[in-house]
């Protein structure tokens, strides 16, 4: 079948979409890739986006395959706290590559030195964002051992960002050993054990590198996954400490500001792509993020509609604690169902470990929420917490809310935090860094390159 052309691409609806996929690929299900029914869809990778020869086999992604190409020039690991650190640039010594054709599907994954990608400058994702990425870490327990955090979750919400636009499907099982792969080789060097509470910082990434200006279904991707150096946002016994960086040191023990958006200014909206994580959800953000910055604050509020409905703060999940008018005490947050916000892995740890642990203490809420309910419950002295969460900066509690105009202070009772933001954190950290057994933490067995 011959792929269909996207006159306009402005113009589709999430509706047409589905359908321009379900015609140029019968065998995906699009309907099914929600967050619940991922488990059952991967059957085949993209057989027939094109005309293909129906003897040629399609390869699925397959991580038994992977070709290791040890780095022979490796770098020195920058010390804790050094500005290499907080410059956000370093990587490590190896990364994992691995390329799609419709015709041919995924080749053998590569885990090779770190280094530049060559692309064409017609390259498919430089001029149409066809790309998506996952943001996990990996931890160096307590007890010695190196863990991922549910990496399930994040090898099924990259599958569930790349099909929305249109790059391949693999099986997420195969991201997952790839990504394990990864750490399993470059962890022991640069999550050494003699730094107990470390981590590195994971992203996965796929671009679409078709040498093709035309709109179209991408016939060309590569999958690729690097580990980068990042430094700590909060305050434990972690090594990267902060203070190499006084300024965010004091936000974080004051908590942090947020900016609500402008009514010009959305971050995602109805029938568009904001459950997903593709990177053209976060250029579009910078200014309004920048802004927020130049004026003090550190995370955009991203609100939506003329209603004020609170989404996520910056590219954190947003969660806010009051006590309702009746007297009971809830945890809020906003819904998956209308596919605005990200269906982050921290917010549903936050969720499932709430619900399991907090029952009794507060009733798990998820649904639409106003600004304008915040402010009464300030108002009312009944908003007793509000947290962002996610991975990058973890379970962060919020002091303020500037909200056209006016700030809405935010009790951080335990000094930084709410106390529920405040075990939550603890209960999480136990489980990243080893000192809780959990199936979330997933131990990864370390492994030497030979020479
Ligand atoms: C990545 C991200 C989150 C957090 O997701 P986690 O899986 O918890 O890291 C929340 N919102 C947006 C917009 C994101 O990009």
Redesign the pocket.
Known sequence: MAPIAIQNASELTSTDFKQIITKSNPSVTTMKLTNTGIENTVEKTAPSITDNDPTTPINELDASKLIFERNNSPKAVPEPNSPELWAQNVCTDHMITCSWTSSAGWSAPYLKPYGPLSLMPTASVLHYATECFE??KLYRGYDGKLRLFRPD??SR?MLNSATRIALPEFDPKELQKLIEALVATDGEKWLPKSRPGSFLYLRPTMIANDNHLGMRRPNEALLYIIACLFPSFDTGRGTAGLDANPALREKERLGLKLLASKEDTV?AWPGGF?FA?VGA??GPSLIAHGEANARGFDQVLWLLGNECDIT?A????FFVVWRTREGKVQLVTAPLGDKI?????????VLELARERLNGQLEVVERRYTMCEVEEAVEEGRLLEAFA????YFIAPVAKINFRGTDLEISTSEGDSGKYAAVLKTWLKEIMYGQKQHEWGVVVEERQLDA
Request: cysteine-free; proline content about 0%.
């Open positions: 943001g996990l979750r994040n919400r971050r904001g994580k959800n976060y996520e910056g590219a954190s999940n916000i990200l269906d982050g892995v921290t917010r549903r740890s969460a996610g991975t990058a």
